[in-house]
């Protein structure tokens, strides 16, 4: 599932992938060894520091060294097209140049390391519904000019590999696009990289062999291993062709140390504390908003109300591809019941959440055969099981008849709980030795990473009493995706609850009484995941309701939107600020204290557009059309296309300081501008210069009270030229050269 085999004669050792834009999880998708869980890539983006996002690729490749992985599947480099797509927490940004420098970076960073990287999904894979099939129309202007620029960029930062994507473009599906892969990506721009093929994406022989791709994941059963062979044999695929995989595998294996007596070919680095490094840039990625009457940093707070499910349930990450498991998650109320002196009054509001969590107690999972004898044990922190693809050892996918979740529970409450399992099959749920749920679940609709990604769940009540243990079991058989091992169910649990309405009323309650009330809003996983597009921009649930409810009992009311793509904000005019934490990653509460009583500046920027009302976004069709989605808008998504006012503009984003542009020069392609610290506290400042309206350049420049400082910013060739038939041409002047605090900022102006 997740490696390619060795070949020990002539010393190729076995190349292991892994998932990774956020944290390596490894080639098991289970909790049993646990990884560093960064902040979401649009949190990267947010920071737009190029050296931060460079000292993170350092973190996952010190990480994957560890697990004994050496490639990681990322960075997603896709765009930000529509805020209803349903991985744009896994992309950086709508605008194609800070994706192509952020996405530089993280490869700069991680290969730095000896760790090879996959910037994907090559190409136009921009929206999830119907990603398997979908056939995305784009003119080759607008293919150029957008959607490659960022390929383009990783590549010349030199990434060692790259994914296709599920799509078709043009008609013609990724993983057999000679004209893209071998045309463009090899040929025109030089990349000596290996290509892989998003999973099960390679559905053809000789079209997919001949169209670049160089492995097909996962193997070797399917459309190559020996109907490969029988095609080059008969001579329907070249051996030449061939010799070129071979090549480019072998370079690989060779660059990340895997070949004969090679050593990884990375940098040796000073050790890095991941938990800090989680911690640091997710306070550099908060993006404050709003800041009304300066209630921001707070000061003189002995009373606070802290509010919302994912204030004790920290929504850290997105779904898919970039779930990890880490070894501790530092809730926002843990980390404000750290604050000296401060009362933190906790009320849960409402729970938007539409699948149960697990209970985070010890359990141990037991792989057994047909006659119930133990193959093998695993001791896990939760009640979620996963593994995909690689079983725990002993766990022979031949021999395992069914696997069995055992834990004993607690509870603090007495009356109805609540008890759930979300997964795909047979499930039989005990407790204390009475059968409480016998069911078979079968999968909705054609994708089989819903099975893992999306599951359907099926719940049950039980009447407990509080302080009294009860052993919970769950039978389920084993099962196989892909041809290989799949396990993937959890265990979810509910406290008996008084009902919405009384919750909201306590909250209310709560933060009427206290100096100041801070609702952690959220996303749930059934609205940002792999696997499916968003159907609206509202915050799930009621949790609308709450905030404009706790805003009217307290007038410093803070709102965190725990978000990792835009929502829109019905309630803004009432509160005092709006928080953005995008997925914080495992740290989130303690970067979250110290960014609210201001140890931390938010040092966030948007790398998106934030839309005040979904119809207003300038692109919101991801739903094809007779099997097609064409990108009828052209280069105009993102800031480019905006004609409405936004709720906040592309690079938007307040400090805890104030700052002046007083200077640009440009001369040379350069620009070189002049921003004074206006304010009585040290800050960041993100300088972007925008040539002819499109972001050209950025730089993030720190400053004391009263200091002035400089930053000269190169552009890009690419800032001036457009694309026509047969290639890049420069456009004539004169451009204008734009600098300032975001796009609807540019308050200094110069021409080149």
């Not at 060795?6 to 292991?16: A, K, M, N, S, T």
């Not at 009457?293 to 929504?315: C, F, H, K, N, Q």
């Not at 919750?503 to 933060?511: D, G, K, M, S, Y």
């Not at 938010?602 to 097609?628: C, M, S």
């Amino acid at each position: 599932m997740w490696s390619l085999p060795p070949i020990p004669e002539i010393g190729l050792d076995r190349l292991v992938m892994s998932d990774g834009p956020i944290g390596v999880r490894g080639e098991q998708w289970s909790a049993v060894d646990p990884s560093i869980a960064l902040p979401s890539p649009t949190a990267l983006a947010a920071t737009w520091d190029v050296d931060l996002v460079k000292q993170v690729g350092r973190l996952l490749a010190q990480e994957a060294r560890r697990k004994g992985v050496h490639v990681l599947l990322a960075p997603t480099i896709n765009l930000h097209r529509s805020p209803l797509g349903g991985r744009h927490f896994e992309c950086f940004s709508e605008d194609p140049f800070l994706t192509g420098e952020l996405g530089a970076a993280y490869v700069e960073g991680v290969q730095e390391g000896g760790v090879g990287t996959t910037p994907k999904h090559f190409v136009a894979n921009d929206f999830e519904t119907d990603r398997f099939t979908v056939n995305v129309q784009v003119t080759e202007k607008v293919l150029r000019e957008v959607y490659l620029r960022p390929f383009e960029r990783v590549v010349g930062a030199g990434a060692w590999g790259l994914m296709t994507a599920y799509n078709a473009v043009n008609g013609t599906t990724m993983t057999e696009h000679s004209d893209l892969v071998n045309g463009v990506l090899k040929d025109e721009w030089g990349f000596d990289g290996y290509v892989v093929s998003d999973w099960t994406a390679v559905r053809s022989t000789e079209p997919a062999a001949l169209g670049g791709t160089d492995v097909a994941m996962p193997g070797p059963h399917g459309p190559w291993g020996d109907k490969l062979e029988e095609a080059v044999r008969e001579g329907r695929v070249p051996e030449s062709v061939i010799d070129d995989k071979v090549r480019r595998i072998l370079r690989l294996a060779h660059r990340v140390g895997a070949l004969g007596d090679a050593s990884r070919t990375g940098a040796e680095h000073e050790r890095i504390d991941g938990a800090a490094l989680a911690r640091e840039v997710a306070a550099r990625s908060f993006t404050l908003v709003r800041n009304d009457g300066g209630v921001l940093p707070l000061e003189d707070v002995r009373t606070l109300a802290l509010i919302g499910s994912a204030a004790d349930e920290a929504r850290i990450m997105g779904g898919g591809s970039a779930q990890v498991f880490p070894d501790r998650v530092f809730s926002p109320l843990q980390g404000l019941r750290e604050r000296d002196g401060v009362e933190v009054r906790y009320a849960i509001g409402t729970d938007p959440r539409v699948r149960l969590s697990p209970l985070t107690i010890p359990t141990r999972a037991y792989f057994m055969d047909a006659d119930g004898d133990v193959l093998a044990e695993e001791r896990l922190a939760t009640t979620e099981a996963r593994w995909i693809g690689q079983l725990p050892d002993g766990a022979a996918q031949d021999r395992l008849s069914f696997v069995e979740l055992r834990t004993t529970y607690t509870p603090d409450l007495s009356g109805e709980h609540v008890f759930s399992v979300a997964g795909v099959g047979a499930f039989t749920v005990t407790v204390d030795g009475r059968t409480v749920l016998e069911e078979t679940v079968s999968l909705d609709g054609d994708d089989p990473a819903a099975a893992f990604l999306a599951p359907p769940e099926r719940r049950v009540a039980v009447e407990l009493r509080a302080g009294t243990p009860v052993e919970l079991t769950v039978k389920h058989p084993s099962g196989a995706l892909m041809g290989f091992g799949l396990v993937a169910f959890t265990l979810g649990h509910a406290n008996p609850s008084p009902g919405e309405d009384e919750l909201i009323a306590e909250a209310v309650r709560v933060a009427a009484a206290s100096d100041v009330a801070v609702v952690v809003a959220s996303t749930t996983l059934e609205v940002e995941s792999e696997g499916f597009d968003r159907k609206d921009l509202k915050l799930p649930g009621r949790q609308d309701e709450l905030i404009a409810a706790v805003a009217a009992a307290n007038p410093r009311t803070v709102v965190v939107v725990n978000a990792g793509s835009p929502v829109e904000m019905p309630w803004l005019e009432s509160v005092a600020a709006v928080l953005l934490t995008w997925f914080p990653g495992q740290e989130a509460g303690g970067a979250l204290a110290d960014v609210l009583f201001g140890d931390a500046e938010p040092g966030g920027r948007l790398p998106t557009t934030w839309p005040r009302r979904l119809k207003d976004a300038p692109v919101v069709n991801v739903t094809p059309a007779d099997g097609a989605v064409p990108y009828s808008e052209g280069g105009k998504i993102g800031y480019r296309g905006w004609t409405a006012e936004p709720a906040f503009w592309f690079g938007h984003g307040l400090g805890y300081t104030s700052w002046s542009y007083d200077s640009i020069a440009a001369e040379d392609r350069s620009v070189t501008v002049a921003v004074t610290n206006t304010g009585a506290r040290s800050g960041r400042e993100v300088v972007q210069v925008y040539v002819d309206g499109a972001l050209a350049g950025f730089d993030v420049v720190e400053a004391d009270p009263g200091q002035t400082v400089l930053t000269t910013v190169f552009l890009p060739e690419r800032a001036f030229q457009e694309w026509t038939e047969g290639g890049w041409r420069a456009v004539s002047g004169p451009h204008t050269v734009e600098a300032g605090r975001s796009y609807a900022e540019r308050s200094l102006s110069a021409t080149l």
